[in-house]
Structures are given as structure tokens and as C-alpha cells.
Nanobody, 124 residues
Framework: QVQLVESGGGLVQPGGSLRLSCAAS????????ITWFRQAPGTGRVGVSC????????YYVDSVKGRFTISRDNAKNTVYLQMSSLKPEDTAVYYCAAVAGPCGGWSPGGYDYWGQGTQVTVSS
């Protein structure tokens, strides 16, 4: 069964850190680009970071550059998103998604697999 499972979300104070995990099963994650999306209440789902297939090149939207780091461990079939210097505006449900192709744009269309999401809340 093909599945993506996110974990690692939670409540953190502004300036804090969290590491999200996206574990794949039923397919080989190395062959897929993985994008982390987030969706805040009342807004659409938008991509924030992508790890390309094979070489694992990393891409970020401007709002998270220098604060978020995406990485992958192909042996564990898992992609991570290390989030630091978190801000209240980072509060959202975070999803990972896989596409059998290169990293594209930041819109959610065209992905092959999605996880169920993990809540990240940044608040004092």
C-alpha cells in the first residue's frame, strides 16, 4: 500500500524549532521529488520546500529561506523538514507530497501521493 506519513508537528514558541518527517511506504522515495506544503486556516495549500529526486537538490520559497532545511534519507525512505526560528505565521497544517518528476512550482496540482498532514502551531 502506497503511503506518506508525516510526523513531528506540535506546539512551539516563536523562535523555536521543529523537525518534521515524511515517511514513505509502498514506493521508493528516491525516484520522487518531495515537496512540503502548508495550509493555514482559511487559505490554500502552498508549497514551501522541495527536494528533487536522486540528487536531492533543495528549493525554498523566500519566506522560509535561511530558516527551513529539507533533507532526505533514501535508506530510510524518509524526507525531513528542519524548521528553525519559527514565527507565528508559520502556523499551519504541513503536508508532504510526492511526484515522479522534478521539483515544479509551488501549487498543489499534479502530485502522485499525499500525506495526511501534521499540525504546527507557533505561539507563546
Amino acid at each position: 500500500q502506497v503511503q506518506l506519513v508525516e510526523s513531528g508537528g506540535g506546539l512551539v514558541q516563536p523562535g523555536g524549532s521543529l523537525r518534521l518527517s515524511c515517511a514513505a511506504s509502498g514506493f521508493t522515495l528516491e525516484h520522487y521529488a518531495i515537496t512540503w506544503f502548508r495550509q493555514a486556516p482559511g487559505t490554500g495549500r502552498v508549497g514551501v520546500s522541495c527536494s528533487s529526486s536522486y540528487r536531492g537538490s533543495a528549493y525554498y520559497v523566500d519566506s522560509v529561506k535561511g530558516r527551513f532545511t529539507i533533507s532526505r534519507d533514501n535508506a530510510k525512505n524518509t524526507v525531513y523538514l528542519q524548521m528553525s526560528s519559527l514565527k507565528p505565521e508559520d502556523t499551519a497544517v504541513y503536508y508532504c507530497a510526492a511526484v515522479a518528476g522534478p521539483c515544479g512550482g509551488w501549487s498543489p496540482g499534479g502530485y502522485d501521493y499525499w500525506g495526511q498532514g501534521t499540525q504546527v502551531t507557533v505561539s507563546s
